[in-house]
């Protein structure tokens, strides 16, 4: 299959919107809040929790000035003692106070992520084919991996910050104007000039946060592509080990270096908050002194201020800080949301209608058109019928859009031109699982879970009973194979099934397909080639298969062709002849050169059918009914 396909905008546009990050829209902050309103309740008690806190943390300050003004010139021991226990007590009760909040903060941030991820994941799966075969695997779990799980740690860590910040602020504020508005103006000052350059950082550490993301997707994708069985191999085979090496090291250092650039964004920033914050008590010592010394202020509130000024300065330069990193969180949430965004271009149509199970299997193409890119015709006016019950096998050279015929029946694309028929309705009028739940598929390459056999074989239907399962492994040929295997039905398969033989894989394929039992049944034949023996057992295993389906099958065998009840003949996306082997072989067309080259050769193999010790397949078949003994012979 080839990559690529224009036509479905919402891959490349997240592609290009990574290259130019847009502006934060309060659309999108409005979306994003809209993950945390099923928590009001939870994010209701951490603001209390929250609230509480600030108000504990007002305490040691007065305390403080108490202890200075009254409990030491009076000499008032018991005052003294009391307002000491205070001081330890206020950190004591907020701190416990702070462990619970930090419990419901990061309950709230793990299920928004969990909400998150699995929407992610739920809308990833709508999505149709088109979409998986233009966007790199690797893309796809960076994004429901390092995106999702970056917004928790900013959201579990930001949120409550901020209302704690505020709170702390404005308590702050509050009680300073009450102690002294002269010296609490004087605080407040220069606060303004302190805000001014968070825009800018806030706004580049947006930028960077999508280079980073993206970087991290890059390097995943890297390792998906080369660190799995099949990259493995092709990358051994072709002693690409070094090149590997070196292009995940060129990614790599990207990533240090854009993480580098992350890290130190705004720290000279945070170095001019930090000067600001140590000045701010020596302004306050020099004011208030002057004060205390013409005798308009006590000692104990000057003291109390410059223990205020940390509370009003922290939150402020926190807050600072927050801006920037609720632009780097905006910058995943507008990676995740651009996925979420990504409209399945296959769906059910509004007034989709079930189709009745189980259906007759009647399958028609009605002037088919279809384009994977557009401009480029992959289908154009294919017309064929295939009668309930038929086997038609479809040939042609490769590239001729056998496989893209394949698709459109159970809609992985949709037809670009024309219609496609199930039993009289377009496919498009049909719900997906009614349709899907008609038709099985035995694939060239059969995809296997690493899991036990048993857990594969339930992947078809997952009620199955055991004996059921037995049944359809008996009929497949898989008993033997399953009896011999050290675990039975519970050996693991490995990646891919890569622990079983093409032929055993292909097997365990036709048995899943047994226990679902549709009505069509779509079959691509393996090109390999297999030795004789394993290649009679998946002919026999095939026979019970196609029995009483409709069978559309991409024919690479001599057998397929000559039990076939008709052949489509394919070239560049055409359909060129239409008939049976004898007929076509006669006409002289395409089909006869293909049988020439493709499956004449097989006749002096060691695979021709055989049935009660005749070979059946002649360069002159037989009849139909004859033809189809062989094909569709009883399963011993
Ligand atoms: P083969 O026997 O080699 O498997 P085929 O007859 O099954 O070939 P198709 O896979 O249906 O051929 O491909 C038909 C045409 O569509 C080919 O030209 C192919 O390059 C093109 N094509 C297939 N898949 C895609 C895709 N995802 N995007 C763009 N073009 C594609």
Redesign the pocket.
């Known amino acids: 299959?080839?990559?690529?396909?224009g036509g479905f905008h919402g891959v490349w546009r997240s592609g290009d919107r990574a290259q130019r990050p847009t502006q934060i829209t309060r659309a999108m902050l409005v979306r994003a809040a809209s993950y945390f309103r099923p928590y009001l309740h939870e994010i209701a008690v951490v603001l209390l929790t929250v609230g509480v806190v600030s108000v504990i943390g007002l305490a040691p300050p007065l305390l403080i000035r108490a202890l200075v003004d009254q409990a030491i010139p009076q000499r008032d021991t018991t005052l003294l003692l009391l307002l000491v226990a205070g001081m330890v007590a206020a950190p004591l009760v907020s701190g416990l106070i702070g462990v619970v909040q930090s419990y419901l903060n990061t309950r709230i941030a793990q299920r928004v992520m969990f909400d998150l991820r699995n929407d992610l994941y739920q809308h990833v799966q709508s999505l149709s084919?088109?979409f998986f075969?233009?966007v790199k695997t690797g893309e796809i779990m960076s994004r429901l991996n390092n995106d999702v799980s970056g917004v928790s740690r900013v959201v579990g860590d930001t949120l409550t910050s901020i209302v704690m910040w505020v709170f702390q602020l404005v308590s702050t504020v509050v009680l300073m104007v009450s102690l002294d508005w002269r010296l609490a103006l004087l605080s407040l000052a220069i606060v303004p000039a302190l805000l001014a350059p968070t825009r800018r950082v806030g706004a580049r550490r947006f930028e960077i946060q999508h280079e980073s993301q993206r970087r991290q997707a890059e390097l995943t994708a890297i390792m998906q592509e080369t660190l799995n069985i099949s990259g493995y191999v092709l990358m051994k085979a072709f002693g690409r080990e070094r090149f590997e090496r070196d292009r995940f090291g060129g990614k790599n250092a990207e990533l240090m270096d854009v993480q580098i650039r992350a890290n130190m964004l705004g720290r000279w920033f945070r170095m001019a908050l930090q000067v600001f914050e140590s000045l701010g008590p020596a302004i306050i010592f020099l004011v208030g002194g002057l004060l205390v010394i013409q005798g308009q202020m006590t000692l104990g509130t000057v003291i109390a201020f410059v223990a205020l000024l940390g509370r009003l300065y922290g939150p402020i330069s926190q807050l600072a800080n927050v801006h920037i990193e609720i632009m780097g969180s905006m910058a995943l949430f507008e990676r995740i949301f651009d996925y979420l965004d990504t409209v399945p271009d296959i769906k059910d149509a509004p007034s989709a209608r079930t189709l009745p199970a189980p259906g007759r299997g009647a399958v028609a193409f009605r002037n088919v058109g279809f384009e994977?890119?557009p401009g480029?015709k992959?289908?154009s006016e294919v017309n064929f019928e295939i009668e309930p019950g038929q086997l038609v096998a479809?040939v042609?050279?490769?590239?001729?859009?056998?496989?893209?015929?394949?698709?459109l029946i159970p809609r992985f694309y949709d037809v670009s031109e024309g219609r496609l028929e199930l039993d009289g309705h377009d496919v498009r009028d049909l719900t997906l699982d009614s349709l899907r739940e008609q038709i099985g598929m035995v694939t060239?390459e059969t995809y296997l879970f690493n899991a036990s056999l048993l857990e594969n074989l339930r992947y078809a239907r997952t009620d199955a009973t055991l004996e059921e399962i037995a049944e359809a492994c008996r009929v497949a040929r898989l008993d033997d194979v399953i009896a011999q295997m050290p675990d039975g039905y519970e050996t693991v398969v490995g990646e891919r099934g890569y622990r079983l033989s093409g032929g055993e894989k292909q097997r365990l394929a036709i048995a899943r397909v047994l226990l679902k039992d549709p009505r069509i049944l779509i079959l691509?034949e393996a090109?390999s080639s297999l030795d004789s023996q394993t290649e009679a057992q998946i002919q026999e295993a095939l026979a019970p298969l196609t029995r009483g389906r409709t069978t559309l099958a991409?024919a690479h065998r001599l057998s397929t062709v000559l039990a076939a009840d008709k052949l489509l003949v394919?070239d560049g996306?055409q359909l060129v002849e239409t008939g049976t082997h004898p007929e076509l072989l006669a006409r002289g067309g395409l089909y006869a050169e293909l049988y020439e080259i493709q499956f004449k050769p097989q006749l002096s193999g060691a695979q021709l059918p055989v049935e009660n010790g005749h070979e059946l397949a002649t360069a002159t078949p037989r009849g139909s009914d004859d033809r189809r003994t062989w094909y569709r012979q009883e399963a011993r």
């Open positions: 299959m080839m990559m690529g396909g084919l088109r075969t233009s994977y890119t480029r992959a289908l479809l042609g050279p490769s590239g001729a859009g056998k496989t893209t015929i394949t698709y060239q691509d090109t991409i394919l996306g």
